[in-house]
């Protein structure tokens, strides 16, 4: 169990049972899932992501950490990093917010957490995140934790109304510690 992360105005704490109906509220929208390849979730969705969730916590070696985005005690997102690679140490972020709470910079905030979280306690090398070019607040999401894009991965996600790509984003631990010491 990680203890919780904290920054300046959100919090980052394991997921509970008790966490899918919060989840949910947001998982079920429509707008939510536009650029995703899943939903949106019935409350069952909603029920097994959260017991999933939980389980991985439990795996050794854990992967994957999925974080309830909390402020001011409500639940309004989840933030995630996953371990692709223990050899190479690399991982990736990925992040959603209840709609109410968009074009708030909580989401960079989240992604500027994850990340300081996998190269500080992870000790990943590498960090990288996708988003569907045409999510446009995803992209200065990125952009603003001091992720470069990379590339563009075509045909990368099959979604609701057919193919979509990725633009790929990425940052190295030597350049998070030069954006962390030019602040």
Request: glycine share 8%; proline share 3%; with cysteine.
């Amino acid at each position: 169990m990680i203890a919780s992360l904290i920054g300046n105005r959100v919090t980052l704490r394991e997921m509970k049972e008790m966490d899918w109906n919060d989840v949910h509220s947001y998982a079920s929208l429509p707008t939510v899932c536009k650029y995703q390849p899943w939903g949106p979730n019935s409350e069952e969705d909603s029920r097994e992501f959260v017991q999933q969730v939980i389980a991985d916590s439990n795996e050794i070696p854990r992967s994957r950490y999925v974080f309830a985005v909390i402020v001011e005690g409500k639940l309004i997102g989840s933030g995630e990093i996953n371990i692709q690679d223990f050899i190479d140490r690399k991982g990736e972020i990925g992040y959603i917010m209840h709609p109410a709470f968009w074009g708030l910079g909580y989401a960079t905030e989240v992604a500027r957490i994850l990340i300081e979280f996998g190269f500080t306690q992870l000790n990943l090398h590498r960090i990288s995140a996708t988003c569907d070019p045409r999510n446009i607040g995803s992209v200065k999401v990125l952009e603003k934790a001091g992720m470069i894009r990379e590339g563009t991965i075509r045909d990368d996600f099959l979604i609701h109304n057919g193919w979509r790509d990725s633009h790929l984003y990425g940052i190295l631990e030597h350049e998070w510690l030069e954006k962390l010491s030019s602040r």
